[in-house]
């Protein structure tokens, strides 16, 4: 079976429509319909079913899509590794991944002090979910990533190694003019009565619990699409939202970030895939860590002791 066929079935898995992946590959339609027909009668089963806005995976697409992907990530990584040796090159790349927050936060530093000690490495920073990245850390599409705990937590996969950074507490962002701009700790029940905005379920999920505890509810009336639109809803007085500490010194000037009373908090971890890992993961690991320590005091892994009452359950 030619590898084309199989990016061709990802694409469609992806786009869910035989035409967007035709255009998108530069086949025909009927092109891209011979090729998952050709697949589907190799395997001897449906690989994608019909609905009212173009196609799906079955459950045997969905497996199949799985480890094709991962073949193909695979498949374009040595393509890739022949040609930079025949370019003459700096070694293998460094793929990195980290959510929103971390990537506008201490990855930059983190890859900077690598490169002033490692010499030229060639690299690159994909931001994303945690569980977005989880998977493409399994897929062997990232080197690295960055991620929390927050919820719905991170699944244990006997296939990464993980390292533990740090706890980054919560902190409240509000526009420049807000009348408790500048005070701090503020207890969310000050806030009670604030439309707030959100861009993931992971965040607003802290946030919900987090006033829960405190016996008030967070009106969660506005949904961004990214954390620079969230950013921008408070900026222009429309919402007040949570964000990590560790962003906190990133912020655009007409915000301000405030401290919350007993603040909600997320871990803080480095993946890296245990078989094969970049030559240079060890070292970037010690660089985050570093990092992030310089953003905050360093703490307790949760489930140690020393975690205290910020914890956040793990998976």
Request: proline residues 8%; hydrophobic residues 45%; charged residues 20%.
């Amino acid at each position: 079976m030619a590898l084309t066929s199989w990016r061709t079935f990802v694409t469609v898995c992806r786009l869910g429509s035989l035409s967007a992946a035709a255009d998108e590959l530069g086949y025909t339609q009927s092109a891209v319909s011979r090729q998952i027909a050709a697949l589907e009668r190799e395997f001897g089963v449906p690989l994608v079913e019909r609905h009212a806005r173009g196609v799906r995976p079955t459950s045997a697409g969905e497996v199949f899509r799985h480890h094709a992907t991962a073949a193909l990530t695979e498949a374009d990584r040595a393509v890739r590794a022949v040609r930079d040796l025949r370019d003459g090159a700096p070694g293998r790349p460094l793929a990195v991944g980290a959510t929103p927050s971390l990537a506008a936060g201490i990855v930059p530093v983190a890859i900077r002090r690598l490169l002033d000690t490692a010499g030229p490495v060639r690299w690159s920073l994909s931001p994303g979910l945690s569980l977005e990245l989880y998977d493409r850390v399994v897929a062997g599409d990232l080197d690295v990533a960055v991620v929390t705990d927050a919820p719905p937590g991170l699944p244990n996969d006997p296939r990464l190694e993980r390292r533990f950074l740090g706890m980054d507490e919560m902190v409240v962002v509000l526009p420049v003019g807000h009348p408790l701009a500048g005070c701090g700790p503020v207890p969310v029940q000050a806030l009670a009565d604030q439309t707030w905005v959100e861009d993931n379920e992971g965040s607003a999920a802290l946030l919900r619990q987090h006033a829960a505890r405190a016996g008030v509810t967070a009106r969660i009336d506005l949904a961004a699409a990214d954390l620079p639109g969230k950013l921008a809803l408070v900026a222009a007085g429309h919402a007040i939202a949570l964000i990590p500490r560790v962003l906190a010194g990133a912020l655009r000037t007409d915000v301000t970030a405030v401290a919350l009373v007993d603040p909600p908090a997320r871990g803080i971890y480095a993946i890296t895939p245990r078989r094969d890992p970049h030559p240079c993961s060890a070292s970037l690991l010690d660089r985050l860590v570093t990092a992030f320590a310089a953003s905050r005091p360093a703490q307790a892994e949760p489930g140690t002791a020393e975690a205290g009452a910020h914890e956040v359950p793990d998976g």
